[in-house]
């Protein structure tokens, strides 16, 4: 995912640039407790986890490891600081969004250690965060920040004597838990909405990058949240199933694998938890016959490998017309071969390792299963012969709709380009999954582009580009890739209970 606004040519190396600020390389490591009701605590267990760097195998820092018993404590902290009369709840909604706007300006203050703790603990390519995700994630703050004070109800023309009006309440305590593959990004996206509907949270950071959320907590306590309205319990699953049924709990947003979100909407069920799911995808490209083929070529590997492939709306599956086929695919193998591969501290760089070990085994599995399934591997295919969890971008081709590779999301640097005949035939292919995150159209037709618009069952639909996300707009999808939407209104709503209030009037009679 990117705030990628142009549409032609050589996109995904705008961020790379001798002018970027350089990289601390070897960023102080922030405090590693849990961060609850403002104080830094050690979990209950005394239990650590080690936090790995992807790039070398070497253990970076060890993190306090949270449990149920920590995340009780958290959720008291954030129940008490929401309580009617509490000091947050009394809060004036505009005071609110200036707290967001604050924590805004702080996180932007301090983008460069922000960006080179997410390169040094999931191997994200530095200069693509602080391009890309870091401003992001300043600019979704900043759009909620203003959005507090303007979450209102409305008025309603009722038969008989009453005033009628509703009102948007908080939905309450939040439990956030975000991935890691977005980490700085996705604590920004789940804390603003709530915030500025005026929720209380308690915030799982992945066990893989916990470091820079770490960070975010400091610069909560600076921007002066008051205590319990955001505290972050780092941990492994046990902390997140805890939040799920948690009777304290209100409300759940999660972003993640299809199949842990299938079990939050199970165990969620129990009490009602309002839901939003975030989950997987296995986005379709699809390259019209009229299409500006160096765009094509571009976006559609752009959509394929941003951030090591690593990214829930990956267009991994890219549909050609076969009359340009043969053309598309010589471009793209070069595009792939003229990659640059290594440290993502290097400003040149554009590639870096998969963020876990266990992530680049799962990649090397797909691959295998991919051969051994009868697709041709053109580019790529192994494992990087260097330290670190570094897998070849790679191309498939050949790859039929039954195929492993095909079906499952991969969630690393593999791209397919398969052959169309006609726009029914490509609708019917691109919908043949179980997920619809999001897609992508290339093309000049706009017959052709608003019939296959329309025939897509996917969240989000870019024309001619490739992740534009905004603060403004909805994110989200159909069937498996999850529940309710993100972004905009519709993100201030997934954290908003709506109250309806009847005031009989007198009468002249009564």
Request: aromatic content about 8%; some cysteine.
């Amino acid at each position: 995912m990117n705030m990628l606004r142009r549409s032609t040519g050589k996109l995904s190396r705008r961020y790379f640039s001798s002018q970027l600020p350089e990289p601390h390389r070897n960023p102080k490591i922030p405090k590693t407790q849990l961060f609850i009701n403002n104080e830094w605590v050690d979990s209950l267990s005394g239990e650590t986890f080690k936090t790995i760097n992807p790039t070398t195998s070497e253990v970076i820092a060890e993190v306090q490891k949270g449990g149920k018993a920590d995340v009780d404590r958290a959720v008291q902290a954030a129940k008490e600081a929401f309580k009617l009369g509490s000091p947050w709840r009394k809060m004036d909604a505009a005071k609110r969004g200036r707290l967001i706007n604050k924590l805004a300006d702080l996180m932007e203050r301090d983008s460069v250690y922000l960006s080179s703790l997410e390169a040094l603990e999931c191997g994200k390519v530095y200069s693509a965060t602080l391009k890309g995700d870091l401003p992001w994630a300043v600019r979704n703050l900043r759009y909620f920040g203003g959005y507090a004070d303007k979450n209102n109800g409305i008025t309603a023309a009722i038969d008989g004597n009453f005033i009628t009006y509703t009102r948007h309440e908080p939905v309450g305590v939040c439990g956030l838990i975000t991935a890691w593959n977005f980490s700085i990004l996705m604590v920004s996206w789940k804390l603003a909405p709530a915030l500025a509907a005026g929720c209380t949270m308690v915030l799982k950071p992945s066990q893989h990058t916990s470091l820079a959320a770490l960070h975010v907590a400091e610069l909560v306590k600076e921007a002066g949240f008051p205590p319990g309205v955001i505290n972050f319990v780092p941990g492994f699953g046990e902390v997140g199933s805890a939040m799920v049924t948690h009777p304290d709990v209100d409300k759940i947003s999660f972003t993640g694998s299809t199949e842990v979100g299938k079990q939050i909407f199970k165990n969620g069920a129990e009490n009602m938890k309002r839901l939003t799911l975030e989950l997987g995808g296995k986005s379709p490209n699809i390259i019209l016959p009229d299409a500006d083929i160096d765009n094509a070529v571009e976006h559609a590997h752009y959509a394929a490998f941003h951030n090591m492939g690593q990214c829930c709306c990956a267009g991994s599956r890219t549909f050609v017309h076969e009359s340009i086929y043969e053309k598309f695919l010589e471009k793209s193998k070069a595009r792939i071969k003229a990659k640059r591969v290594g440290d993502p501290f290097d400003l040149n760089v554009e590639h870096g390792p998969q963020a876990t070990k266990d992530q680049m085994d799962i990649v090397m599995r797909m691959i295998e299963s991919g051969k051994k399934e009868g697709a041709t591997v053109e580019v790529g295919g192994n494992r990087l012969d260097r330290p670190g969890f570094f897998v070849e971008p790679t191309l498939f081709t050949n790859v039929k709709d039954d195929m492993t590779i095909s079906k499952e999301e991969i969630f690393g640097p593999v791209q397919q380009i398969i052959s169309y005949k006609t726009i029914d035939e490509v609708i019917e292919r691109a919908n043949n999954t179980e997920y619809g995150l999001a897609s992508s159209i290339y093309g000049q037709n706009l017959d052709q582009i608003n019939t296959i618009t329309q025939g897509l069952r996917a969240g989000s639909v870019w024309v001619n580009c490739y992740f534009i996300i905004t603060p403004q707009t909805p994110f989200g999808g159909y069937k498996m890739s999850g529940l309710g939407r993100e972004g905009g209104p519709y993100g201030i709503e997934a954290f908003t209970e709506v109250k309806s209030v009847f005031m009989k009037t007198p009468t002249k009679n009564s």
